[in-house]
């Protein structure tokens, strides 16, 4: 039912041939913690993100899925340069951005843009939608043709709002058409890649997919590249083509839509998966595998060593608290699939004889049911 | 479950008639802005031992409907009419102090943040136990022992050890299962779940819906639950009653209304939502427009200034005519059976792939 | 905790040095000859000079700096006499040891500040958690209301009006006038009552409509419904659930308020004449006295920080949340 994998599109790249955009390389922030006596130092970190490798293609959208704390909004955050990466490299268009000054990083500045979770808190209140939206224009210095109050009314109605609405304030609006604001406010500059955090996980259901859809002509109309982070893995799949699964600080999973969401190969991947709560439009839909984890994920403060999904893996052994997974292509993967684990599962999402219910609670209860 | 639980006599189902029953429950609040009406005529039973699923966006009155149900608005500002019974007692006339005799023992409830509707300054422990020597008056001592037990069955890790806890010590996952506990505590004869697993993230809240499961299985409760999410209510309700404006638009089984959905909101709530098997080649289908407002609702259908389907029904039916919901399944719908049935299988499933 | 009281301390320490320097050094950007000033009008050279060797003030300002702050620590000679430690100098204006004034003038202070504030904790508390239990109705909008009004006096206005109605046009009271507790507690009493009353009565109108306006907001916080929703009645829900979370804001303001009063309360002194900290303070400022101002200044921010870090530790006694570090 999922295998249609080439999208008509004009624009997107159609496999990895694409030319690069933006990759990163062992990206690695660590947040220090601060504690200790007579003399405040550094006594440890929050490793939010540790080690990531990830690439975007021109005009290609790459989704970044996990839980919370997993690192996916700080690795947005890193790329946009909004936080100073602590190690790795970050390059946009062949230029090394990992640590550019604030002139070098002008131009840079310009290409990149990024769309936040909360309509409300990311706008001004104080501004008018006209001001939010012109002003990135002006601090960059753009004139664009027929001025830059043409060029936000045009981009008003691009993001489906009325024209007429420039002198407006942001409270005026309802959360879908804020976050429409904020899109327009990205695009002003016409990036060439945007970085959206969560964009609609603030929004009602039957907004969300207003959203979606607009961000979805957004990227396949002007060829911009998306690396769109959410934690909801259906919304992801709906938008990306590439997709990055996080645990922990760490890549753990890296492939196109097809292998991760049918032919997934880390256990994490197919915990995540099998977690998502499906509406069962027929019987068919209803066997997949059951997988429950136990417990919340570790504290990024002190990480399992090795493989950091040891400790809630069905599969872990000696090995993986010793030696961490490398994120290579194991036997089995297709091309650009890439897993970092051990011992992986098999290449399939479908139910197996018996459930993994990891979780005390659970298996003490469905036992004393049997 | 050892000490001290209800005798079983107590839960001995009384006939077939519905363990609560809501009929044509009004709740309006008085605000500056004029007279907010968040739920307007809205009726529904929830049977003994079923979990009744309420879906709808925010605004939709589901919340509202469900705190009134325990007395927990507001009642300086808020106005309610109709019926609430529950267990053969009217609700909406009972005084504070009969409120109070069932709240946490009858009926119980679990919220959507963990974090906010636990008490910061007490530990996880004392919260527990509070209800259960409230409502049993048992003491100190059993009320802990009954509190660690049921730390112990909601997944709690050295539940005699956190009892001593803070709220701040748990995990997010952690906190709900306290919350579980706790209102399990007397053994409720229906929990209200209010959004129990939207602020928890996805591996953890699939644990968090087994258990509730589960443990509605052990306690025999019936359950309100309540979400935004139709893929939850679809793992999780045998009934299901979707709401919109305050009011409820379609009624069934959770099968009937997820696979012959009847009213074009859920179609547009169904379309709207990719999902994993998708097909992502096909574009979703936003409901236009947003939600209406309370002050100010739209006449006839409140649906009708976002629906794609008036034009279908004759006349202005849809923007003069409030629609009825039927008693059992069926939807407030001016489209007649054949439309909606039709509509829904050449329109509407094509695109939910 | 311990660790928290040595940092806090410690730092505390150094603020007070930091606070002393700024203020001597401060005082001499006056252009003055505090010899001058201290030893009046018809002053020969040679008088002046003397005066100059015995207050120090013929040595680099940096020493004396040095020679004052020394002499906190470990007393100091002066002509009149050893002053022993804390010692803060020699009034340039009266020739007393500082030390003395402050403890002179500090028992009336610590008298006016106490009773204030069991007066104003007590009612001002209690209607503002009258108001919140029952808001909304006539009596919180009474309340409210003239807890507004009361708030916006001042105890400049309050004071004389007090004044002349009990005590010049009636004369049921007497003058307010301080007579230590030890001397006759009945008389000390009497003779506080009016201070207290007037600084009170604005006082108590801050704190109603602060612990209304925090129980309400904490009444409308998630775990107070919950806690609603288990059955627990609504005056244990109010006193246990929405009181613990005000009393982090109540408690700040004490604090601040305390700290203020101890350090002088400058206006009620003066509109009621009594001879305080405050007095002391303007006294000493107003003749340019640079050891008494010092002295008055080092003791108030000694209050200050002390409260400060007295604050904190209740922060964590009520919020387990807050750790100390």
Redesign the interface.
């Known amino acids: 039912?999922?295998d249609?994998l080439t999208?008509?599109k004009p624009q997107g790249p159609v496999d990895g041939a694409a030319e690069t955009l933006l990759s990163v390389e062992g990206l690695t922030k660590h947040f220090p913690i601060y504690?200790g006596?007579?003399i405040k130092r550094k006594v440890g970190a929050v490793q939010a993100v540790d080690g990531v490798d990830l690439t975007v293609g021109v005009g290609e959208s790459v989704g970044l899925v996990g839980?919370?704390g997993c690192g996916k909004s700080t690795t947005g955050r890193l790329i946009t340069r909004l936080l100073e990466p602590t190690a790795g490299k970050v390059t946009y268009a062949g230029q090394d951005i990992t640590h550019a000054s604030r002139r070098q990083m002008a131009p840079v500045r310009s290409e990149i843009q990024m769309i936040f979770q909360d309509p409300y808190s990311s706008l001004n209140p104080r501004q008018t939608v006209g001001t939010i939206i012109k002003s990135p224009m002006e601090v960059n210095g753009i004139n664009p043709k027929g001025g830059v109050e043409n060029r936000v009314r045009e981009l008003l109605e691009l993001v489906g709002l009325n024209p007429e609405h420039y002198n407006r304030f942001p409270h005026e609006f309802?959360g879908?058409?804020r976050q429409r604001i904020g899109v327009a406010r990205a695009l002003s500059l016409n990036p060439k890649l945007i970085v959206a955090d969560e964009p609609v996980s603030a929004l009602?259901?039957?907004?969300?997919?207003?959203v979606?859809?607009l961000l979805?002509k957004v990227q396949e109309e002007m060829g911009i590249a998306f690396l769109f982070i959410a934690?909801d893995?259906?919304?992801v799949?709906?938008f990306s083509q590439r997709l990055a699964v996080m645990y922990l600080g760490k890549v753990v999973e890296v492939g196109d839509?097809d292998s991760i969401?049918n032919r997934p190969r880390h256990p994490y991947t197919h915990?995540?998966?099998?977690?998502?709560?499906?509406?069962?439009?027929?019987d068919e839909?209803e066997d997949r595998e059951r997988i429950?984890?136990?417990?919340?994920?570790p504290s990024p403060i002190h990480p399992p060593s090795g493989c950091r999904f040891r400790t809630r893996c069905w599969k872990a052994q000696d090995k993986c608290a010793t030696s961490e997974p490398p994120l290579v292509q194991i036997s089995g993967n297709r091309e650009n699939h890439l897993t970092a684990c051990h011992f992986p599962e098999d290449p399939t999402t479908e139910a197996r004889d018996a459930d993994i219910v990891l979780?005390?609670?659970?298996a003490a209860?469905?036992k004393?049911?049997e | 479950m050892t000490t001290l639980t209800k005798t079983e006599g107590e839960r001995a189902p009384s006939g077939p008639e519905a363990f609560l029953s809501v009929r044509d429950l009004r709740v309006r609040f008085s605000t500056e802005d004029g007279i907010v009406k968040a739920v307007d005529g809205l009726s529904f039973d929830v049977e003994r031992g079923k979990t009744l699923g309420i879906v709808g966006?925010?605004g939709s009155g589901k919340s509202v409907t469900n705190l009134t149900v325990l007395g927990l608005h507001n009642p300086k500002t808020a106005t309610v009419e109709g019926e609430i019974v529950l267990d053969g007692k009217e609700l909406v006339t009972a005084t504070e102090k009969e409120m109070e005799k069932l709240r946490g023992n009858k009926v119980a409830m679990i919220f959507q943040d963990p974090l906010t509707a636990l008490s910061p300054y007490y530990t996880v422990g004392r919260q527990i136990a509070e209800p259960f020597m409230k409502h049993t008056g048992a003491s100190k001592k059993e009320a802990k022992l009954r509190a660690i037990e049921m730390l112990?069955?909601?997944?709690i890790?050295q539940p005699a050890m956190r009892f001593e806890d803070y709220p701040h010590q748990f995990?997010?996952?952690?906190r709900q299962?306290a919350m579980i506990a706790m209102s399990l505590i007397c053994n409720p004869d229906l929990l209200i779940a209010d959004e129990p697993t939207t602020a928890l993230?996805?591996?953890?809240?699939?644990?968090i819906?087994?258990?509730l499961k589960?443990?509605q299985?052990?306690f025999g409760s019936a359950i309100i639950f309540i979400t935004?999410?139709?893929?939850?209510i679809?793992?999780m309700a045998d009934d299901l009653l979707v709401m919109y404006s305050g009011r409820a638009v379609e009624r069934g089984s959770v099968r009937e209304v997820?696979?012959a959905p009847q009213h074009p909101y859920t179609w547009?709530?169904?379309s709207?939502?990719?999902?994993?098997?998708?097909?992502?080649?096909q574009?979703?289908?936003?409901?236009?427009g947003?939600?209406p407002s309370l002050l100010n609702p739209p006449s006839g259908c409140p649906f009708h200034p976002r629906c794609g389907f008036t034009s279908e029904v004759s006349g202005n039916r849809c923007s003069g005519e409030r629609p009825e919901l039927p008693a059992g399944r069926g939807a407030a719908c001016h489209l007649d059976d054949a439309q909606k049935s039709t509509f829904f299988i050449e329109q509407i499933k094509p695109r939910?792939? | 905790m311990l660790?928290f009281l040595?940092?806090r301390l410690?730092g505390a320490v150094v603020i007070m040095f930091l606070i002393g320097a700024f203020t001597f050094f401060l005082f001499y950007t006056i252009p003055q000859d505090f010899a001058q000033l201290s030893c009046g009008k018809n002053c020969s050279p040679e008088n002046i000079a003397v005066i100059r060797e015995n207050l120090g003030l013929d040595k680099p300002i940096t020493t004396q700096f040095w020679e004052f702050m020394m002499g906190i620590v470990s007393g100091r000679d002066f002509p009149q006499g050893h002053c022993a430690a804390p010692c803060l100098g020699v009034s340039f204006d009266s020739g007393q040891f500082v030390w003395d004034s402050i403890v002179d003038r500090f028992p009336l202070t610590l008298s006016l500040t106490i009773g204030g504030l069991v007066i104003f904790l007590l009612f001002g508390l209690g209607t503002g958690l009258m108001a919140a239990w029952k808001r909304g109705t006539a009596l919180d909008k009474v309340v409210s209301g003239s807890s507004m009004v009361l708030s916006s006096f001042q105890i400049y206005f309050l004071g004389p009006i007090v004044l002349s109605l009990l005590v010049f046009n009636t004369g049921w009271l007497e003058s307010p006038k301080y007579v230590p507790i030890t001397d006759s507690p009945g008389q000390w009493f009497m003779g506080m009552l009016i201070p207290w009353a007037v600084m009170a009565t604005i006082f108590t109108a801050q704190y109603t409509r602060m612990a209304r306006s925090t129980m309400i907001e904490q009444l409308q916080e998630e775990h107070v419904r919950t806690a609603r929703a288990k059955g627990m009645r609504q005056r244990y829900v109010f006193f246990r659930y929405a009181w613990r979370g005000s009393l982090i804001p109540i408690v700040t303001i004490i604090g601040m308020d305390l700290s203020a009063l101890l350090s002088g309360a400058v206006v009620t002194e003066f509109t009621f004449d009594l001879a305080g900290i405050g007095r002391l303070a303007v006294e000493g400022s107003l003749s340019k006295d640079l050891p008494l101002t010092m002295g008055v200044m080092l003791f108030g921010a000694f209050f200050i920080l002390i409260l400060n870090i007295i604050v904190d530790l209740a922060y964590a006694y009520i919020d387990p949340r807050v750790r100390l570090?």
């Open positions: 039912m999922s249609k999208l008509p504690g006596f007579p839980e919370s309802s879908g058409q009602d259901v039957s907004i969300q997919a207003q979606v859809n979805q934690h893995l259906a919304i799949r709906h839509r969401y915990a995540l998966l099998s977690a998502v709560p499906e509406v069962a439009l027929d839909t429950r984890l136990s417990g919340d994920v979780d005390p609670a659970l209860l469905e004393e049911g | 966006e925010s112990d069955k909601v997944g890790p995990s997010g996952g952690m299962r993230d996805v591996t953890v809240q699939a644990q819906l087994d258990l589960d443990l299985q052990e935004h999410d139709l893929g939850v679809s793992k997820l696979r547009g709530l169904l709207s939502m990719p999902r994993l098997g998708g097909d992502t080649a574009a979703l289908t936003p409901i236009p947003s939600p939910l792939g | 660790q040595i940092r410690s570090a």
